[in-house]
């Protein structure tokens, strides 16, 4: 947002003609010069803003920190090899266009290409394409990633509409099976993963006079593995919101969510599931000086169950809103599509039916300020789970045990601790960290929770000590969990630490240049049994903008 300061000077000037019948005859004015009124130039406050780095966590900004809740996301660690920052597909005018290539070991391309364009501030489209591939040391421990992904907005006075169409091919192989003891061909162990997604959405840019904002949207998704799988969603979800006063505001969000997985079988035929979730979420906000209440339910239809649950969240701050208590009760629903299921686990075979999970949050912590640049949030809580999805080896066939099966947990719990960190010093030094730690207990009918971390860590760091040098590292950390080997037999997997770093050099104003480093440590720890990740990796190349 920019802010013009006009400071107009009108200056008057006036010349008065004074005409006298005298016996001096007539008298006359001669102009020497003549005066120009100018106005003074404005000053222009100029913004430094700060890019952060896309995450799945939000960020702490030292200026602004917005309410968040407990990070409970039941995610696997990225294990990508080589795996590297994503351009935005936001594209900015002025050399925003790019090429990115590079090459590394593992037999490893790399591609990434940005393209957008604009005309005025009618519409705006921009488009992105990222593949990778490699190739391990490992039999059949090959993969690669496919992306293109294209958003586009047309501007009317006070409303966009948008849409998204995107298309990914993951292609995956289930390399964790005995290679002594057996052997596969490669289409048979081939995990092909597909989608085609849509989105369009109509939503107001300005406010109106009635105080009403509205995005209603539509999207849809064609999953598919193979010729196994095929799953469609579609997902229409309407959010309105106003502003009754300076005090109230009020929010409701109508969401109809419908997926059909079919499992096809060539010798037995296909079975169809359904998994239909219908749900509304009402919600009041009530604003009081500094501090702010928001009190609604969630409720839904399930797969035909009716679920009720509550909605509260409460932010009260303290010492000029450095220091802010916040807590409440989160109510979710986490759809457990095949699509999303493989996001976490790639390895995981077909289903036989689909189960959402229903998540309540019960959580305090505080919000602390520290100086101008270092931001803190704490929190904690009792997190309960219906229908927790939980990942096991196929121990009923010893020839198998390369594919996870799904397991349904009917409830469990879990205290969580979560601390986030966020340091950021304009564009030259940014540092974000999160550790997490889950004592889960309670646990219906299971044994343990199969692999699921009790502790995790991430952190990122972003330096830039010269103008045309750009350092960054990541590193995410988690300790030991449990899973079942052949036979039934309990063990743990090995916790891991995982450092990637790069470096970026501004070459001129059109080429720069990169380097990766991914698992530095070149540890072939396994995040999955029986799928040990990439060892040490290095990744080069150029990037060129135009």
Known sequence: ?????????????????????????????????????????????????????????????????????????????????????????????????????????????????????????????????????????????????????TTGSYFFTKNELYSKVGVSRNQQYLYGYDHEQYSYDKMEVSHLFRNVSIAVGYRNTQTNTTQLNYNPNVALSLFSNKDSVQENTICVNVPVSK?????????????????????????????????????????????????????????????????????????????????IFHGGLSSTIEKNTYKNLTEINPYLTRLSTQTNTSKKEMYGGVKLNIGKHLAVNFLSGIVIYKNMPLF????????KDYLFNLVNELQLHSFVSHLDLSYINKDKLIITGSITYN??????????????????????IQWMPIKKIKLSSDVFSFSDSKYLQKGGVVQSNKGAVHLNASVDYQINKRVSSFINLNNIFGKNYERWHNYPVYGAGILGGIKCSF
């Open 243 to 323: 502003k009754i006063n300076n005090q109230w505001s009020a929010g409701l969000n109508v969401a109809i969510d419908l997926t059909n997985y079919k499992n096809i079988n060539h010798l037995l035929g296909s079975t169809s599931v359904k998994n239909n979730l219908f749900s509304i979420d009402p919600s009041v906000v009530y604003k009081y000086s500094i501090s702010n209440i928001k009190v609604g339910a969630l409720m839904a239809i399930d797969n035909g169950s009716f679920i009720l649950m509550p909605n509260v969240k409460f932010e009260y701050p303290f010492l000029r809103e450095k220091l």
């Open 439 to 460: 004592d889960y207990y309670h646990l219906t009918n299971n044994q343990h929770p199969w692999n699921l971390f009790p502790v995790e860590l991430k952190m990122n």
């Open 1 to 149: 947002m920019k802010h013009l300061i006009l400071l107009i000077c009108f200056l008057t000037g006036y010349v008065f003609l004074f005409a006298q019948n005298d016996t001096m005859g007539n008298t006359s004015v001669t102009i020497t010069s003549s005066y120009k009124p100018m106005m003074k130039s404005p000053v222009k406050i100029t913004f430094s803003g700060t890019q952060l780095k896309s995450d799945t966590l939000k960020r702490i900004s030292p200026y602004d920190i917005p309410a968040q809740n407990l990070y409970y996301r039941y995610q696997s660690i990225n294990l990508s090899p080589l795996a590297l920052q994503n351009d935005s597909i936001l594209l900015q005018p002025d050399l925003s266009n790019y090429v990115k290539i590079g090459y590394g070991n593992y037999y490893t391309p790399y591609l990434n290409v940005g393209y957008g364009f604009k005309k005025n501030a009618t519409y705006i489209v921009n488009s992105y394409l990222n593949y990778t591939a490699s190739k391990g040391n490992v039999l059949n421990q090959d993969f690669s990633s496919l992306l293109f992904k």
């Open 392 to 399: 096991i080896n196929d121990t009923t066939d010893v020839s």
